[in-house]
């Protein structure tokens, strides 16, 4: 009976030993202790934290790694469990939101490079403003045969110059007949609503294939450039671009719309303070203070149409991606723009001036190609010449345009996807 009890009690105490034995094989490591550096350092501020046990985002923030959350995020849907919930975004603008906002050169290289990958999208959009500018071209040659054939006026004088001279004579001889003044002016009109609700509707299916590319198009701006990279952010089809134009079809004619309502009020309060002023000059001194005001209104002239087209195209923009209506659309934009002022700024700075660098360019090989038409036999091809640097002039221009529409959608995805990140 004792031998018994010494026997259990042995076996109980070595039973006991061993459970409480570290097992090397699988136990954890003991926690580093606290030191008074360690405590001392300040927490890192991230834009977001994930909550899954385990997995914690990577606290180098710096540009260079600014999508190295992607790691995180990847092992996170490996996980599949935990309590991030997500909005309808991809997951590189999940990766953005976790980021700090793009910066002005990865950003103007997105667009680019977007831009330069659906390349097709370009061309559609030089035909439509082509297709617009011949069309207005129709009613300014037939005022000036309606000119010639009711005021017995020459042809050749009324069509020399140009687009601008051409008009102003034109304009100008019709003064003596308002009947024919009036049919000018409907059917210029009707023209210039018609073709830009054309170019309208093909834009609406541009911006959202545009966005699609630059939602789909992942860390395209990071080197090393690949084909492959090309090719993913290359969506251009024709059914997703007539989808996108039905889609958005009805919006964008009533911003367009609306854009021509406003160049109409500002030409015609232009023409009022530039004619006034002009009727109001009987003296050197008032000639004088007239002069100057003109100049000063031609310059808000140019820096409100600019802003006004901004604005038309950042309003496209939110109304493509967020699918609301024009109103709301018009309400995000400003949102958007007033939160993100400093890098949207930046953005169209740049654009601006290499727009300005372009146009400077294009004047100067035009009047290069005029001073050709001077030369004996060479004159001959300066007409082949005029049009290879309308259509490179064209192409260009539009190319500078969809890559900052490019880059103003990578700022607002990661406006969009910060905002709808939440964490439980």
Known sequence: MAANLALT???????????????????????????????????????ATLTRPGITSPQNTRWADRFAPCRAVQALHRAGQGNVRRSRQSDYSYVLAIAHTPGLKAALKRGALIAAANWPLVIVQFVAESILKLLLAVPIVGGAFLVALLLDANLGDLLSGDVRDI???????????????????????????GGSVITFIVKGGTVALLAEAERVAGPIERPPLRLESLRRASVVAIDPFLEGARRLWRRYVRIGL?????????????????????????????????????????????????????????????????????????????????????????????VLIVVVIATAASILATAGLGLIAFVPLVGLAVLPLQLAAWLIRGIVFEYL???????YLSHYRWYHSSSGIRVA
């Open 258 to 350: 609306l854009l021509l309502l406003m160049y109409g009020v500002t030409g015609v309060a232009y023409l009022a303070i530039v004619l006034g002023g002009y009727s109001l000059a009987g003296n050197s001194a008032i000639l004088l203070g007239w002069t100057v005001a003109a100049a000063a209104a031609s310059s808000v002239l140019i820096v409100w149409i600019t802003l006004l087209n901004f604005f038309y195209l950042m309003t496209q923009m939110v109304v493509a991606i967020e699918d609301v209506s024009v109103r709301r659309g018009v309400g995000m934009a400003l949102k958007f723009v007033w939160g993100h002022l400093r890098e949207v700024v930046a953005v169209f700075g740049v």
């Open 167 to 193: 008009v102003t004579s034109i304009l100008a001889a019709l003064m003596a007949s308002p009947v024919a003044l009036g049919a000018f002016i409907a059917s210029s009109l009707l023209v210039l609503v």
């Open 9 to 47: 009690s042995c076996s109980t105490r070595a039973a006991a030993a061993a459970s409480f034995a570290p097992n090397r094989t699988s136990s954890n490591a003991a926690p580093i202790r606290t030191t008074r550096s360690a405590a001392a350092q300040p927490a890192i501020d991230t834009r």
């Open 401 to 407: 345009a969809l890559a900052a529409l490019g880059a």
